[in-house]
C-alpha cells in the first residue's frame, strides 16, 4: 500500500521540503512506468478491453491526491489509473485487475475503466464521461453530514464539462455548499476534439455561473498542485464550500490504446514533453539541493517494482465461472414476516411518512432528498414537517434528477442510506445512467467491495388525466437491468413493511407507489414491522385461478375475485410486492394449486411483467397448465390525456373479471 502522508506531517504552501518531493516524484514514477506498462502488455493482449492511459497527468494525480486521508473520497475517469495510484491502491492488483484476474482489486470484475477501493475512498473510475462528479456530490454530501473534517475531490476531463450532469452536480455542491473540490484535468482533447470545437465558455466563467470560487494550476508541475489542493483542501475542511480547480496538463497517448491520434501534430506533443512533470519535478529536485542521483535511483527502484508487480499479476488465476453470479446483488437479512397487529386505519400516505419517519428516527445515516420534500414537505405533502424535525436530513434539492440519484449512489458508497425522491417514475429517463451503469453495476464492478444500500422513491399512475409523460408504468423496464430491486406495494400495511425494509436493504431499490391509493385507507400495523423483500404472497386464496398481480392493479383484482366468487369462481391473488428479483416460487406454487394462470398490471402489455411470468409458467410450470395464460394490461401506447381514451386504455376489475371466465371456461386436461 502506497503511504499516504498525515496532516501532521505535511508543509505549508511554499514550504514543500526535499522529502516530500522526493516522494512526490517517486509516486509520479510509479504512475508513469504503471501507464508505459499497460501500453505494452495490452499490445501483448495481455490486457483485454478498452485500455485508456494518462501519461503525461501525473501531476495533477500526485499533486491532487497529496493532502488526502484514506476518509476523503475521490471519483476518477476512464483515464483513472493514476488517480488510484496516487490515492493508495498497490501496483500488483491494479496490474491483475487491468488482466482480468482474480487477484485484481476488484477481483477482475471492473477493468481498466471501473477500478475502486472504497475502503481508501476511492469511489470508482468511471466508464461514463461525467458519471463521476454526481456521485462525488454524494460522497461529500456523506462528508458534510458526519462532519468529521472529511472531503471529497471529484476528477474529470475537458470533454465532461458538456454533459448534463456535470452541471447538475456542481449546482447542487452549490446549494447545498458542499466540501466537495471538482477537478478538472484540462488536457485540451474530448476523446479526439479540441477543446475550443467542444465549448465557448471557459471554466472560470462557468464557476461565477454557479457562485463558487475557481482556482487554475499549471497541472504538470506537482508542487503548484499540492501546494493549491493544500490551502483548498484545508479550507474545506473547515467548512469553505465547493471549489472547481482547472489544471492545465496533456495526455501523450491516443484517447485510447490503438488510437490512430490523426488529429493532432506530432509537433503539438513534442512542445507539451518539454513540460514532462517528471523533468519539471527533477528541476524543483535540483533547486532543493538534491542531487539528480536521487531521481536515478527512483526510477531503477521503481522499475524493479513494477516488474515484481507484474509478474504478481501474472501468478493470479482468472475468475472461476462457477462464481460468475457472485457480487450482483447482496441476499438480504430476512426478517421473518411477522403478521401484522391491526390498529386503527390509516392512509397509504401515512405509511410513507410513517415508515420513513421510522428509519429517521433510528438510524442516524438516512437522509431524504429530492425536488420539494423540505420546506414543501413533498407535491404530496407525504413529508410535510420532518424537514424541521431532521434539520440537514430531509434536503430540498434543484430540479436534478441526475444529481439527485447520482449524488445518493455516492453518499451510499460512503456509507449513508439516502432515500432520494423522483418526483414522478416518468422522470427516471433524465437519471438512467445513475440507476442503470452506476447504483445497479458498481457492487459487481468493484468485486463486492462497493454497498449502495440506496432507496429511489417515486410514484406513477394512471386514470386522472395526466397526459402521456406523467402516467408511465415502467417498472418492467427497472427490472430488466440486473442488480436493481423494484418493489410495488399494493396497500398501506405493505407500504410501510416493504419500505422500511427498503431502506435497510444494501441493495439499490426503486421504491414505486401509485399516487391514486395515498388515500387508501387500512389498518395501521405495529411500529417495528417489516416486509422481506423478494417475497410475493397470497393476498387472498382459492383453487380456480391464479390472478398475480401487484400495487394498484391488486385492488383491482381482488375486486374481482370477490364477484367471481359469486359465481363460484375461487380466484387465488398473488401479490408480487417485489417485481425484481421475481418470486418464482410462490407463482409456481400457486399455479401448481390452480393450474390457470392471469396476470394484471397497469405496465403496457408488450414485454412486461406478464410476459415474464408467462414465460415462467411455460418453461417451468407447464405441465400444470390447464389453459393458456393471459395478461391483462394496457395495450403497447402512450397513456391518453382525453378521459374517455384513457378509460378505453386502462384495464380495471371488470376486465380482470372477463379474463378469469374466459379462462376458467376452457376444459381441464
Same mark, same amino acid.
Given at each position: 500500500?502506497?503511504?499516504?502522508?498525515?496532516?501532521?506531517?505535511?508543509?505549508?504552501?511554499?514550504?514543500?521540503?526535499?522529502?516530500?518531493?522526493?516522494?512526490?516524484?517517486?509516486?509520479?514514477?510509479?504512475?508513469?512506468?504503471?501507464?508505459?506498462?499497460?501500453?505494452?502488455?495490452?499490445?501483448?493482449?495481455?490486457?483485454?478491453?478498452?485500455?485508456?492511459?494518462?501519461?503525461?497527468?501525473?501531476?495533477?494525480?500526485?499533486?491532487?491526491?497529496?493532502?488526502?486521508?484514506?476518509?476523503?473520497?475521490?471519483?476518477?475517469?476512464?483515464?483513472?489509473?493514476?488517480?488510484?495510484?496516487?490515492?493508495?491502491?498497490? #501496483?500488483?492488483?491494479?496490474?491483475?485487475?487491468?488482466?482480468?484476474?482474480?487477484?485484481?482489486?476488484?477481483?477482475?470484475?471492473?477493468?481498466? *475503466?471501473?477500478?475502486?477501493?472504497?475502503?481508501?475512498?476511492?469511489?470508482?473510475?468511471?466508464?461514463?464521461?461525467?458519471?463521476?462528479?454526481?456521485?462525488?456530490?454524494?460522497?461529500?454530501?456523506?462528508?458534510?453530514?458526519?462532519? %468529521?473534517?472529511?472531503?471529497?475531490?471529484?476528477?474529470?476531463?475537458?470533454?465532461?464539462?458538456?454533459?448534463?450532469?456535470?452541471?447538475?452536480?456542481?449546482?447542487?455542491?452549490?446549494?447545498?455548499?458542499?466540501?466537495?473540490?471538482?477537478?478538472?484535468?484540462?488536457?485540451?482533447?474530448?476523446? /479526439?476534439?479540441?477543446?475550443?470545437?467542444?465549448?465557448?465558455?471557459? #471554466?472560470?466563467?462557468?464557476?461565477?455561473?454557479?457562485?463558487?470560487?475557481?482556482?487554475?494550476?499549471?497541472?504538470?508541475?506537482?508542487?503548484?498542485?499540492?501546494?493549491? *489542493?493544500?490551502?483548498?483542501?484545508?479550507?474545506?475542511?473547515?467548512?469553505?464550500?465547493?471549489?472547481?480547480?482547472?489544471?492545465?496538463?496533456?495526455?501523450?497517448?491516443?484517447?485510447?490504446?490503438?488510437?490512430?491520434?490523426?488529429?493532432?501534430?506530432?509537433?503539438?506533443?513534442?512542445?507539451?514533453?518539454?513540460?514532462?512533470?517528471?523533468?519539471?519535478? %527533477?528541476?524543483?529536485?535540483? @533547486?532543493?539541493?538534491?542531487?539528480?542521483?536521487?531521481?536515478?535511483?527512483?526510477?531503477?527502484?521503481?522499475?524493479?517494482?513494477?516488474?515484481?508487480?507484474?509478474?504478481?499479476?501474472?501468478?493470479?488465476?482468472?475468475?472461476?465461472?462457477?462464481?460468475?453470479?457472485?457480487?450482483?446483488?447482496?441476499?438480504?437479512?430476512?426478517?421473518?414476516?411477522?403478521?401484522? @397487529?391491526?390498529?386503527?386505519? /390509516?392512509?397509504?400516505?401515512?405509511?410513507?411518512?410513517?415508515?420513513?419517519?421510522?428509519?429517521?428516527?433510528?438510524?442516524?445515516?438516512?437522509?431524504?432528498?429530492?425536488?420539494?420534500?423540505?420546506?414543501?414537505?413533498?407535491?404530496?405533502?407525504?413529508?410535510?414537517?420532518?424537514?424541521?424535525?431532521?434539520?440537514?436530513?430531509?434536503?430540498?434539492?434543484?430540479?436534478?434528477?441526475?444529481?439527485?440519484?447520482?449524488?445518493?449512489?455516492?453518499?451510499?458508497?460512503?456509507?449513508?442510506?439516502?432515500?432520494?425522491?423522483?418526483?414522478?417514475?416518468?422522470?427516471?429517463?433524465?437519471?438512467?445512467?445513475?440507476? *442503470?451503469?452506476?447504483?445497479?453495476?458498481? %457492487?459487481?464492478?468493484?468485486?463486492?467491495?462497493?454497498?449502495?444500500?440506496?432507496?429511489?422513491?417515486?410514484?406513477?399512475?394512471?386514470?386522472?388525466?395526466?397526459?402521456?409523460?406523467?402516467?408511465?408504468?415502467?417498472?418492467?423496464?427497472?427490472?430488466?437491468?440486473?442488480?436493481?430491486?423494484?418493489?410495488?406495494?399494493?396497500?398501506?400495511?405493505?407500504?410501510?413493511?416493504?419500505?422500511?425494509?427498503?431502506?435497510?436493504?444494501?441493495?439499490?431499490?426503486?421504491?414505486?407507489?401509485?399516487?391514486?391509493?395515498?388515500?387508501?385507507?387500512?389498518?395501521?400495523?405495529?411500529?417495528?414491522?417489516?416486509?422481506?423483500?423478494?417475497?410475493? %404472497?397470497?393476498?387472498?386464496?382459492?383453487?380456480?385461478?391464479?390472478?398475480?398481480?401487484?400495487?394498484?392493479?391488486?385492488?383491482?383484482?381482488?375486486?374481482?375475485?370477490?364477484?367471481?366468487?359469486?359465481?363460484?369462481?375461487?380466484?387465488?391473488?398473488?401479490?408480487?410486492?417485489?417485481?425484481?428479483?421475481?418470486?418464482?416460487?410462490?407463482?409456481?406454487?400457486?399455479?401448481?394449486?390452480?393450474?390457470?394462470?392471469?396476470?394484471?398490471?397497469?405496465?403496457?402489455?408488450?414485454?412486461?411483467?406478464?410476459?415474464?411470468?408467462?414465460?415462467?409458467?411455460?418453461?417451468?410450470?407447464?405441465?400444470?397448465?390447464?389453459?393458456?395464460?393471459?395478461?391483462?394490461?394496457?395495450?403497447?401506447?402512450?397513456?391518453?390525456?382525453?378521459?374517455?381514451?384513457?378509460?378505453?386504455?386502462?384495464?380495471?376489475?371488470?376486465?380482470?373479471?372477463?379474463?378469469?371466465?374466459?379462462?376458467?371456461?376452457?376444459?381441464?386436461?
Amino acid at each position: 500500500m502506497v503511504s499516504t502522508p498525515t496532516e501532521a506531517g505535511r508543509t505549508a504552501p511554499g514550504a514543500v521540503t526535499a522529502e516530500d518531493l522526493t516522494e512526490m516524484y517517486r509516486r509520479m514514477v510509479r504512475i508513469r512506468q504503471f501507464e508505459q506498462s499497460a501500453s505494452k502488455l495490452y499490445a501483448a493482449t495481455e490486457i483485454p478491453g478498452f485500455l485508456h492511459l494518462s501519461i503525461g497527468q501525473e501531476a495533477t494525480a500526485v499533486g491532487g491526491c497529496w493532502h488526502l486521508g484514506d476518509g476523503d473520497g475521490i471519483t476518477s475517469t476512464h483515464r483513472g489509473h493514476g488517480h488510484c495510484l496516487a490515492k493508495g491502491l498497490d #501496483l500488483a492488483p491494479m496490474f491483475a485487475e487491468l488482466m482480468g484476474r482474480e487477484a485484481g482489486t476488484c477481483r477482475g470484475r471492473g477493468g481498466s *475503466m471501473h477500478i475502486a477501493d472504497p475502503g481508501v475512498g476511492i469511489f470508482g473510475a468511471n466508464g461514463i464521461v461525467g458519471a463521476g462528479l454526481p456521485i462525488v456530490s454524494g460522497v461529500a454530501t456523506a462528508a458534510q453530514l458526519r462532519g %468529521r473534517g472529511e472531503v471529497a475531490v471529484g476528477f474529470f476531463g475537458d470533454g465532461a464539462v458538456a454533459q448534463g450532469m456535470w452541471h447538475e452536480a456542481v449546482n447542487l455542491a452549490a446549494v447545498w455548499d458542499l466540501p466537495v473540490v471538482f477537478f478538472c484535468e484540462n488536457n485540451h482533447y474530448s476523446e /479526439f476534439s479540441r477543446e475550443e470545437d467542444q465549448h465557448r465558455a471557459g #471554466l472560470a466563467a462557468r464557476a461565477a455561473g454557479y457562485g463558487i470560487r475557481y482556482e487554475a494550476v499549471d497541472g504538470n508541475d506537482v508542487v503548484a498542485v499540492a501546494e493549491l *489542493m493544500h490551502r483548498l483542501v484545508a479550507g474545506l475542511r473547515t467548512g469553505d464550500g465547493p471549489v472547481l480547480v482547472e489544471a492545465d496538463t496533456y495526455r501523450w497517448h491516443g484517447h485510447y490504446e490503438g488510437d490512430p491520434i490523426s488529429y493532432r501534430e506530432a509537433a503539438e506533443l513534442d512542445e507539451w514533453k518539454k513540460r514532462d512533470p517528471l523533468v519539471v519535478a %527533477r528541476a524543483r529536485m535540483l @533547486e532543493l539541493g538534491l542531487d539528480v542521483s536521487v531521481a536515478d535511483e527512483i526510477d531503477r527502484e521503481v522499475t524493479a517494482q513494477i516488474g515484481a508487480a507484474i509478474e504478481e499479476a501474472r501468478s493470479s488465476p482468472f475468475p472461476d465461472p462457477e462464481a460468475l453470479l457472485d457480487f450482483v446483488m447482496v441476499e438480504d437479512d430476512e426478517p421473518e414476516e411477522v403478521p401484522a @397487529e391491526p390498529g386503527e386505519r /390509516f392512509r397509504m400516505m401515512d405509511a410513507v411518512r410513517e415508515a420513513v419517519t421510522y428509519e429517521l428516527e433510528h438510524d442516524p445515516d438516512v437522509y431524504v432528498a429530492g425536488i420539494d420534500v423540505g420546506r414543501g414537505g413533498n407535491v404530496f405533502a407525504l413529508f410535510r414537517g420532518l424537514a424541521d424535525r431532521f434539520p440537514g436530513r430531509v434536503r430540498d434539492t434543484p430540479i436534478s434528477e441526475s444529481a439527485i440519484v447520482g449524488g445518493g449512489v455516492g453518499a451510499a458508497m460512503a456509507g449513508m442510506r439516502p432515500v432520494v425522491e423522483v418526483m414522478y417514475m416518468d422522470f427516471i429517463g433524465v437519471c438512467l445512467d445513475a440507476l *442503470m451503469n452506476q447504483a445497479a453495476k458498481l %457492487r459487481f464492478m468493484t468485486g463486492g467491495q462497493a454497498s449502495i444500500p440506496l432507496v429511489v422513491r417515486t410514484q406513477f399512475g394512471a386514470g386522472r388525466s395526466s397526459g402521456s409523460q406523467h402516467s408511465q408504468s415502467l417498472e418492467a423496464m427497472l427490472a430488466h437491468i440486473p442488480g436493481l430491486t423494484v418493489v410495488m406495494p399494493s396497500d398501506p400495511a405493505e407500504t410501510y413493511g416493504l419500505l422500511r425494509a427498503a431502506i435497510r436493504s444494501p441493495n439499490p431499490v426503486v421504491f414505486v407507489e401509485n399516487r391514486l391509493q395515498y388515500g387508501l385507507k387500512g389498518p395501521r400495523p405495529q411500529a417495528d414491522y417489516l416486509i422481506p423483500l423478494g417475497k410475493a %404472497r397470497i393476498a387472498r386464496p382459492g383453487r380456480d385461478v391464479t390472478v398475480v398481480s401487484y400495487s394498484r392493479m391488486l385492488q383491482e383484482a381482488l375486486a374481482a375475485a370477490d364477484e367471481l366468487a359469486g359465481e363460484g369462481i375461487e380466484v387465488e391473488v398473488v401479490d408480487l410486492r417485489t417485481v425484481a428479483p421475481l418470486d418464482r416460487a410462490t407463482v409456481l406454487e400457486s399455479l401448481s394449486r390452480t393450474r390457470r394462470l392471469v396476470v394484471a398490471h397497469e405496465g403496457v402489455q408488450d414485454f412486461g411483467v406478464g410476459a415474464e411470468i408467462a414465460a415462467l409458467a411455460a418453461n417451468e410450470g407447464f405441465w400444470h397448465l390447464d389453459a393458456p395464460v393471459v395478461r391483462v394490461a394496457p395495450v403497447a401506447m402512450p397513456a391518453p390525456y382525453s378521459p374517455g381514451l384513457e378509460k378505453a386504455w386502462l384495464p380495471d376489475r371488470t376486465v380482470i373479471t372477463d379474463a378469469v371466465r374466459r379462462v376458467v371456461q376452457v376444459p381441464a386436461r
